[in-house]
């Protein structure tokens, strides 16, 4: 295997191809200096091959080596890590390519290959971007053909289709143990998320950003509308002025045990993103089907209780009804109704509005009609400087939802309402390929919850001020312009550049629900989906072990038989090259039996000689040893037709030179 | 006597051993499989399993690459010691929905006369070259026909092994002039038979010409000493006995000598006779009586000679 040949890598297309795709697919993990210095080796290898441009000595391979070892010990303190290995890896497949000669160096290539292919999965789990990693892991495949017969695509798509069987019983059985732990760097994962703390410009932050932070698929017929959306991840008591914290938290404990009589079941599957919160609708009944441990608070809230490096996928269940509320989180505590001392100018404003009403419901009403009427303007990039509630609230009069949130409940607490601010998302954009929804960090809300006759009641101050926010969801509302974010009503755009934006999130809701399944069946499948998939095997093994002989019956009855020849066809064939020569005007004598014609055919036109020879050979092994013929019919038509061609082209050129 | 027997090939089982190349792949997806435990990352669980079921695929299909051939027919002419001789090979795919692909051929552990087939529908036809080294009955050597297809990661080989045994006849070597006759006119040693015909061309003298027989002449003119050589005639015969090959040396050297005389004699359309030791023919040119001839020098032993 080791001869040397001289292996041009210019010539080798897909091994070149493959290598680049690979290349591209981890340039982000890699430092700038190894892709400078792989796109150099490979011009140096271009200018080697086409302008003879002498080559590195072989001899200096060791020291390039060594350096590149070197400069990644210096840069990482280490050779061991992630990001320390596949930086190597890139810049030994750019010395091999520089050296590439012989068939071992090809055989090496394609394994390195193969490795830096797989190890992009260790930075990253996306769908799209594993895409050219996978193109690349079949090129590197294609490489390895050395039959030039061979339709290699076809026969790399027979030999992929044949493996799936084999890939299907190993991702599926194989224990899923957890036998020792690395840890990931993911370097495409959010790494942005919710602190205990909202402070003016903490959800603004979030809401520039367009990672995905969860999907959402509801498993009950029912569903929310998008308004009717509101993910809680932390619930915030306490207040200082329009920052909020989250203080302490007691763990939960149920009020009523009696079954809900409408509940919502839904999965969510949350990115790895920098937040131990998990986010449920409103009224959680309990999270199920994930098997980490977890903490569930009296504020109707959820959390890890550490932080994860990869998706994590769980069901919920919601309700309407006050089933799912605690005993220790009751609205009637006085920490609901602390506030901070107020500035002169609010503590009038709620002088006023006290006197002026007398039951919660009316004061509620009283700040409703503030918000809705006194010009107040949805923007998320408002007048710095905001902390002073009394500038917010009657000069400025300009801030997105976390701004809002913290001044109403802190209003509705100095008119002595229970009141608290709850983070986490609202909407999302619903994806109906997939039938799920797409929640993004464009999504983050603060919201609130008032204390009513003993019961925690949402309340949105935001859609207050701009009903379209929470109407429209965030990815539709923040493409509008900012005059028409303020309107109360939206007509959708019906003309045709609507049209082609509609087309353009059908594609990328069709690529969404792609990734969606991937991560939903691939990336979440762990012990616990194993041991369902065990548990439902063995009710059935019988029914899954018959499908499978079946399958395997009509697979092997699907064989195509080789399409041998038999007398009628060779005779129609015979017919056939009798007209086509006859068409050409080559002179025969038609009187002769066939295999006497064609050695006639032979004799007159020696250019087509050793293709008559072989078509007798198969002419005798049809009729006189009785056996099937080696090639089909249309494999000879074709041969024939090839032979036409090129002594047509011949006659033209004589023809030309005479 | 022996006669070429009806041929008939024992085969062998397939074997299948990874190649350097295989075992390289195998370690690396080892070692992915760790990083993929460790990792408890199912994307690379995803990979890793990929290339070991197309790893395991590609087992399959390099087997059966080697499985689905058969040699349906061995055929060869005469076989000579210390000579290429050729074996026509008749190969055949068993498969019938498939072809067979990059076949390699070759004799015993020779690797370097190998035959390479790059695809085989139905059947075909080889030629293996074989050099035996030694006279008398033998086995063919075996022939292995292996494949590395599709990816070069497995090596599948299968034997295909003759039962019985063929007869190499001796190697020709030796004094290509035919030994001289009695009765000659020129009395030479090496002289010219009864019938021989028509001046030929001229060659080099050799020790064992006689001296009489050197055109003086011409020897001159070219500066080197000649003789003349002549058409065999049309009725020519030649009576050849072990004696006559007494110039030659050693025993085995004698045998290429008359294993030689007795192929010219054939290929010239000589009628000749044959005496070794008790062994002896009358005046024929007929193939069985080559045959016959050649067989008996193709086994002969010191013990049958006279000293």
Redesign the interface.
């Known amino acids: 295997?080791s001869q040397a040949l001289e292996k041009k890598i210019l010539e080798q297309k897909f091994l070149l191809g493959s290598l680049l795709l690979a290349g591209l697919s981890v340039a982000t993990e890699i430092p700038a200096w190894i892709s400078f210095f792989s796109l150099t080796m490979l011009l140096w290898r271009y200018l080697f091959e086409t302008k003879q441009v002498p080559k590195i000595p072989v001899r200096l391979t060791p020291f390039l080596g060594g350096t590149i070892f070197l400069i990644v010990f210096l840069q990482y303190n280490s050779v061991f890590g992630q990001e320390e290995s596949i930086a190597i890896l890139q810049g030994l497949i750019a010395i091999l390519v520089l050296n590439y000669e012989t068939e071992r160096d090809h055989?090496l290539l394609v394994?390195l290959g193969?490795?830096t292919?797989?190890l992009k999965?260790?930075f990253t789990?996306d769908f799209i971007w594993?895409f050219p990693a996978a193109l690349a892991?079949f090129g590197f495949?294609l490489t390895?053909?050395?039959?030039n017969?061979?339709n290699k695509f076809k026969?790399l798509f027979k030999?992929?289709i044949?493996?799936?069987?084999?890939?299907a019983i190993?991702?599926i059985l194989?224990p899923?143990?957890?036998?020792?732990?690395?840890k990931?760097v993911f370097s495409h994962a959010a790494r942005s998320g919710f602190s205990d703390t909202l402070s003016p410009g903490s959800i603004s932050q979030l809401i520039l950003s367009d990672q995905m932070v969860f999907r959402a698929e509801f498993l009950s017929p029912d569903t929310l509308s998008q308004q009717d959306l509101y993910w809680r991840g932390a619930v915030l008591k306490k207040s200082d002025g329009l920052a909020w914290y989250r203080g302490s938290l007691q763990p939960f404990q149920p009020k009523n045990i009696e079954k809900p009589e409408i509940s919502l079941k839904y999965k969510i599957i949350l990115e790895p993103i920098d937040t131990l919160n998990l986010f449920v609708l409103d009224s959680p009944l309990k999270i199920y089907n994930y098997s980490q441990p977890l903490y569930r608070w009296s504020t109707m809230t959820f959390s890890l209780s550490e932080g994860r490096d990869?998706s994590v996928q769980y069901q919920a269940e919601s309700t309407f009804d006050d089933s799912a509320e605690d005993l220790t989180d009751s609205p009637l505590q006085l920490d609901y109704i602390q506030v901070p001392p107020l500035p002169p100018r609010t503590q009038r404003f709620i002088n006023q509005i006290a006197e002026k009403n007398n039951t919660p419901v009316l004061r509620l009403k009283a700040l409703e009609r503030f918000f809705r009427e006194t010009g107040f303007v949805y923007t998320l990039n408002p007048d710095r400087n905001h902390n002073n509630l009394d500038d917010f609230l009657f000069l400025k009069k300009n801030g997105f939802c976390e701004h809002y949130a913290a001044a109403f409940a802190t209003l509705a607490r100095a008119l002595g309402i229970p009141a608290r601010v709850v983070v986490g998302y609202q909407g999302g954009t619903y994806n109906s390929i997939g039938s799920f929804w797409r929640v993004t960090q464009k999504d983050a809300h603060a919201w609130d919850e008032v204390g009513l006759n003993g019961r925690w009641v949402r309340v949105d101050p935001t859609a207050y001020v701009s009903p379209l926010r929470v109407s429209l969801g965030a990815e539709e509302f923040f493409s509008l312009t900012p005059e028409d974010q303020q309107q109360a009503f939206f007509v959708r755009d019906h003309s045709s550049w609507a049209f082609f934006k509609s087309l353009w999130s059908d594609v990328e809701f069709f690529f969404e629900n792609l990734n969606y399944e991937w991560t939903n069946l691939?990336?979440?499948?762990?012990l616990q989906a194993q041991a369902e998939v065990f548990r439902r095997v063995r009710g059935s093994w019988f029914y899954i072990l018959f499908s499978l002989l079946f399958l395997s019956y009509v697979i092997r009855g699907m064989?195509?038989?080789?399409a041998?020849i038999g007398q009628h066809e060779f005779n129609s064939l015979m017919l056939w090259l009798r007209n086509e020569c006859a068409a050409l005007s080559v002179t025969t004598d038609a009187n002769l039996a066939p295999g006497e014609w064609l050695r006639q055919l032979g004799r007159t036109h020696p250019q087509g000689r050793e293709l008559i020879e072989d078509f007798l050979a198969d002419y005798d092994?049809l009729v006189y040893a009785e056996k099937?013929?080696?090639?089909s019919a249309r494999h000879w038509k074709q041969k024939w037709r090839e032979l036409f061609r090129q002594n047509k082209k011949h006659n033209f050129a004589a023809r030309q030179k005479s | 006597m022996l006669r070429k027997p009806k041929f008939k090939l024992a085969t062998g089982k397939t074997y299948i051993i990874p190649t350097g190349f295989g075992l390289s792949f195998g370690t690396l997806a080892f070692v992915l499989l760790a990083m993929a435990i460790g990792y408890g990352n199912n994307i690379l669980y995803f990979f890793v399993f990929l290339l070991i079921s197309m790893g395991l695929t590609t087992a399959v299909v390099t087997n059966k690459n080697i499985e689905k051939l058969s040699i349906n027919d061995l055929k060869f002419e005469k076989l000579f010691a210390e000579e290429k001789n050729s074996l026509s090979v008749f190969i055949e795919n068993k498969d019938k929905a498939e072809p067979l692909w990059d076949l390699i051929f070759y004799l015993a552990e020779k690797k370097e006369n190998t035959n390479l087939v790059g695809e085989l529908q139905a059947t075909n036809k080889l030629v293996l070259s074989w050099t035996p080294q030694k006279r008398g009955l033998q086995r063919l050597p075996r022939i292995t026909a292996e494949s590395r297809f599709p990816f070069k990661m497995l090596r599948a080989w299968k034997h295909f092994d003759r039962a019985d045994k063929v007869i190499i006849f001796a190697s020709r070597k030796g004094q290509e002039e035919l030994p001289p006759q009695p009765g000659d006119r020129s009395g030479d040693q090496q002289g010219r038979t009864e019938s021989e015909g028509l001046f030929r061309d001229y060659r080099e003298f050799q020790k064992n010409d006689a001296p009489s027989r050197i055109d003086w002449r011409r020897s001159l003119k070219h500066g080197k000493q000649l003789v003349k050589n002549y058409e065999q005639g049309g009725d020519q015969h030649i009576f050849l006995n072990w004696e006559m090959s007494s110039f030659a040396g050693s025993f085995e050297d004698r045998v290429s000598q008359m294993s030689l005389w007795v192929s010219i004699c054939h290929e010239r359309n000589i009628s000749f006779s044959l005496k070794i030791g008790s062994f002896e023919t009358e005046l024929s040119d007929t193939r069985q009586h080559y045959w016959a001839c050649m067989e008996k020098i193709a086994l002969l032993t010191e013990v049958e000679v006279p000293r």
């Open positions: 295997m055989l394994l193969f490795m292919v797989v999965s260790v789990l594993l892991f495949w390895l053909f050395t039959n017969k061979i026969f030999i992929f044949r493996s799936i069987p084999a890939l190993l991702f194989f899923r143990l957890v036998v020792f732990q690395t990931h990869e691939l990336l979440n499948y762990d064989r195509k038989k080789r041998a092994r099937d013929a080696n090639y």
